[in-house]
């Protein structure tokens, strides 16, 4: 090799060992390194971290060989010399001159008359400490990844355990209360802690146990919540839950107004049964104030949360039946008001007299203003009137079309109320 060759070479290995030592420098400062090394791992995590730790320890071993070849090459190219200086650095820069302890050869790769040390080019000590390297930060981006994703979730659940700690000791319940919730969040805490690795799967971390367990300490929270508030406000509570329902007992008995005037008016389709859930309702109170005497403020705020969404349903169910039997009337109506379209149709064409017409028009008329009125009956003789007066007329209107048929709706089909 000339001399302008071996300062090129120099100058190039100079440079990979740099960045090698600033990244090895990196490496060892790293968070996950740092937390790896100082965690008492367990299970999946435990093995990796023994394999990666095992080639940080080869990185090294090897890097330090690489070095001292490095820093023997750049002291004797100072020194200059002569043709016998040129071979020795040649010999440095491309034969083998990096010595490796035996443990750092690879099994496959040793012979049977194998010495303790094996020496390699410099090229082939950058590629192994490469290798290493890859090794090594595999793991440890993996395990901090999985930090990264368990550890904020992780501290979200001890926040609402601490919470749940505090409103236990308000409302004076036991300190085993929670036992084994307290269990399963310090069993999880220890697989974040200590087994991170364990919680992923091809590159994708794993929340789902950590989920589930925050949507029971958020139900719990929220009882313990509730339990407060109702041992500060039971009065005030217990007031806005009867007026709420005050108004279900309003709601329902409009409802039933309402379904009296159906049944009088109309016999098919049946109107809705509307029931009566105050009874059950204001019953639940009444549990309520056991509870309070016996100091259950826990059971009590649960009751009340029963309470309360059974009185959204209750609401919005006789809204539900109200909007059904409205519709009853408002098809009868409307069938009522095609009638007296069709009859007016008639009188214009001349054909009101004709006695066919006419027959038809007297039962059409009857099914819908006897009380109380099958309003499926109805619509047949609505559209057996329509039917005959487009016959006589000669003409036919996709619109008014009452009979049921491949273009009838759901509603004309069974009298006009879908249930």
């Known amino acids: ?83 016998a200086e040129q071979a020795a650095l040649t010999a440095l820069l ?11 050869v690879p099994l496959n790769k040793r ?29 440890i981006s993996a395990a901090e990844t999985a930090w990264d994703a368990l550890h904020p979730r992780l501290g979200e659940l001890d926040a609402m355990w601490y919470e749940i700690g505090t409103l236990s000791d308000m409302i004076e319940l036991g300190e085993d209360e929670h036992e084994a919730l307290r269990s399963d969040l310090a069993a999880v805490g220890t697989t974040v802690r200590n087994d991170p690795l364990s919680l992923v799967e091809n590159g994708r971390v794993d929340t789902s146990s950590l989920e589930r367990l ?75 104030d056991s509870l309070r005497a016996k100091g259950l403020w826990r059971e009590l705020g649960a009751r009340l949360g029963e309470l309360q969404r059974a009185v959204h349903e209750a609401v919005d169910d006789a809204r539900d039946r109200e909007g059904n039997l409205t519709g009853l ?30 027959e038809l028009h007297g039962r059409a008329h009857w099914e819908l203003w006897r009380a109380p009125c099958d309003l499926r009956a109805a619509t047949v003789a609505l559209s057996a009137y329509l039917r005959a007066l487009q016959e006589l007329s000669g003409t ?13 709706s759901d509603g004309e089909s069974d009298g006009g109320v879908s249930r």
């Open 1 to 83: 090799m000339s001399w302008e060759g071996i300062d090129h070479e120099l100058n190039r290995v100079r440079g990979e060992a740099d960045r090698i030592t600033l990244n090895l420098a990196d490496l060892d400062g790293h968070v996950g390194h740092q937390l790896l090394k100082g965690a008492a791992l367990e299970g999946r995590t435990r093995e990796r971290w023994e394999y990666a730790d095992g080639h940080i320890h080869s990185l090294w071993t090897v890097y330090n060989a690489f070095h001292l070849v490095v820093d023997r090459v750049a002291r004797l190219r100072e020194a200059g010399g002569g043709a």
């Open 329 to 358: 009337l408002e098809r009868r109506a409307e069938l009522r008001g095609r009638l007296d379209a069709y009859r007016a149709r008639a009188v214009r064409l001349e054909l009101a007299e004709n006695e066919h017409l006419s």
């Open 214 to 288: 925050r949507l029971v300490l958020e139900r719990v929270r929220g009882e313990l919540r509730d339990a407060l508030r109702m041992r500060d406000s039971y009065t005030e509570s217990v007031e806005r839950l009867s007026s709420a329902i005050d108004d279900v007992e309003e709601a329902t008995a409009r409802t039933r107004g309402l379904r009296a005037q159906v049944v009088a008016k109309v016999s098919s389709p049946a109107a809705v049964e509307v029931p009566d859930p105050v009874p059950s309702l204001r019953a639940g109170i009444g549990d309520m």
């Open 94 to 104: 491309n034969g083998p001159s990096v010595v490796l302890p035996a443990g750092e």
């Open 111 to 139: 012979g049977l008359l194998h010495a303790d040390e094996e020496p390699v080019t410099l090229a082939d000590a950058v590629a192994r400490m490469s290798a290493a390297y890859e090794e090594a930060t595999e793991v």
């Open 396 to 408: 036919e209107s996709p619109g008014d079309r009452t009979t049921p048929g491949s273009d009838a």
